[in-house]
């Protein structure tokens, strides 16, 4: 997905968390509105610039594609941890850290730091660039 894709989804309101996934929606076997409403409540760290929502978001992903939820196969737990160590790896490999503070220099809770990070360009130029990386990383790890 484009970076300028991405903060057009923005301006319209869907978070970062939402983006991420949306774009495997159907891949997932779900809709867009589902996946929309699954990751709603993840975006901007929260709300509180805590882990960053593209990472929350890919975490979906991988739950929903490599999640356990019987106790009989418990081998998958271990397929999922593994998704996950690897994506974080990728992740952490680009970014150097997970949360909106640490990727923003800000405190997106803060109002003066918000404030800063709309001054700065960030929301609509470099998250946008985190999304996109993201959705790249997920599409090597799936």
């Known amino acids: 997905m484009e970076k300028e894709k991405i903060a057009e989804l923005f301006m319209k309101g ?51 594609k490599f999640g356990h939820c019987d106790t009989e196969h418990m081998e998958q737990k271990d397929i999922m941890n593994a998704k996950r160590a690897e994506f974080l790896t990728k992740f952490q490999e680009k ?25 700065e360009g960030l929301l609509f130029d470099f998250c946008p660039e985190i999304v996109r990386d993201t959705i790249e990383i997920l599409n090597e790890v799936v």
């Open 14 to 64: 869907i978070d970062c968390s939402q983006v991420v996934e949306g774009a495997f929606a159907e891949e997932l076997g779900i809709t867009q509105e589902e996946a929309y409403k699954m990751a709603a409540g993840f975006g901007g760290g929260m709300g509180i610039g805590e882990t960053c929502g593209a990472v929350v978001g890919a975490m979906i992903v991988l739950g929903l």
């Open 95 to 119: 970014y150097g850290v997970c949360s909106c503070k640490g990727l923003l220099k800000h405190d997106i809770a803060d109002p003066e730091g918000m404030q800063k990070i709309l001054e």
